[in-house]
């Protein structure tokens, strides 16, 4: 039977991580971090022994190209050209692997390098897809259109992961794009809430409508955000955003076999508009798998996955801790407001996803 290599997909991850101050877990924010300062720390980490950097891009203020990247707001000049920048966190970009193993053992290495080399600066990555302290960005125009400037702002307090697939040149070629963002319209929003896990806001749990909300981060950034993005200039990179940061490989596994499956299964025959993804991902963000609709298309997506993937040589027994959150009905951010509810503390939290879990977790097992 055929492997991911064999069959030529090329896969990359973007994880985008908070700082805390290691000697009280004070999550930190833009005002409180050097670009300069930070960069020096990322700069120092070596990164000879891990596949070659093709694919990845240099960001201005950065002046070397490496897997880390200090994410935040572009401070612009009159000529929308990015000056500085204010950090908002950090950003590891693993190189294009010609595996999900490989991608995600590269993922590995990388993030253990970062925490060391943070620790050395007080510092600690800490997975968390919006702030838990601020919510709220305003910065000078940094982008000519609008839209995009909304973005940026919004994303100042926001941080998730960008799950990118490249598929064989003739398989992309037979792609119809615009199809492909009216599958991701209407299925998106139900996967994004099996991985929601940002229910705080201000210090505390994140309430909205009487109720406490499971994603800050999906309410926030689904109105002005891409579910998805095309590079065709890239070796026909295609990136999924929706998804909320983890602290676990499986996880991440995880996140590529659902995209996989959107790319790849003809039979999954639902389609939306954007209009329809936006709502559909504010229902979610507030209420999870309970959300109208969210729970069915899951389903239908996972029952897809171990057909469609195995005939590709791609393994599908990870995906066991997905259909545990369907019949549960218990996503990631339930286990996080459980924790503050018995310790009325943030900091344990912290804690537990400044660490990378490489197993089954204690919740899929």
């Not at 253990?112 to 702030?131: E, P, Y």
């Not at 659902?258 to 229902?283: H, I, K, M, N």
């Not at 069915?296 to 959150?325: H, N």
């Not at 018995?342 to 996803?353: A, D, S, Y």
Request: charged share 25%.
């Amino acid at each position: 039977m055929a492997t991911d290599v064999a069959c030529g997909f090329r896969f990359g991850i973007e994880a985008e991580y908070m700082l805390v101050d290691l000697a009280n877990w004070r999550p930190l924010w833009y005002r409180d971090l050097s670009f300069d300062a930070l960069n020096e720390v990322f700069e120092s980490i070596s990164v000879d022994d891990l596949p070659p950097l093709d694919g990845l891009e240099l960001e201005a203020p950065h002046k070397k190209l490496m897997p880390y990247v200090v994410e935040g707001y572009h401070v612009p000049d009159p000529e929308m050209n990015p000056i500085d920048l204010w950090p908002k966190g950090v950003e590891i970009r693993t190189p294009v692997c010609e595996s999900i193993d490989e991608c995600l053992d590269c993922l590995k290495s990388l993030f253990d390098r970062m925490q060391t080399a943070l620790t050395s600066s007080d510092l600690r990555a800490v997975a968390l897809s919006h702030h838990p302290i601020e919510h709220h960005f305003e910065g000078p125009q940094n982008k000519r259109r609008h839209d995009f400037w909304q973005w940026a702002m919004t994303t100042m307090t926001t941080y998730g992961p960008d799950i990118n697939v490249s598929l064989p040149q003739e398989m992309f070629d037979r792609l119809d794009l615009a199809d492909l963002h009216r599958k991701v319209n209407y299925y998106a929003p139900a996967l994004t809430a099996l991985t929601l896990a940002s229910p705080f806001r201000e210090g505390g749990p994140w309430r909205i409508r009487g109720r406490i909300g499971k994603s800050l981060r999906t309410y926030r950034r689904s109105v002005v955000a891409p579910a998805i993005e095309v590079h065709p200039q890239e070796n026909g990179r295609l990136e999924f955003k929706p998804f909320e940061m983890t602290n676990s490989l499986v996880d991440f596994r995880n996140y590529f076999l659902l995209w996989l499956t959107l790319l790849l299964d003809d039979r999954l025959t639902g389609r939306a508009s954007d209009e329809t993804r936006v709502y559909d991902l504010g229902q979610v963000a507030q209420r999870g798998l309970e959300a109208e609709t969210a729970a069915g298309r899951a389903v239908e997506v996972l029952g897809r996955a171990d057909a469609r993937l195995l005939e590709y040589g791609i393994p599908t027994d990870t995906l066991a801790s997905f259909w545990r959150r369907l019949e549960q009905n218990r996503v990631p951010a339930d286990d996080l407001i459980a924790i503050h509810r018995e310790r009325q503390n943030l900091q344990p939290i912290f804690q537990q996803l400044s660490e990378l879990e490489v197993g089954v977790s204690q919740e899929a097992s």
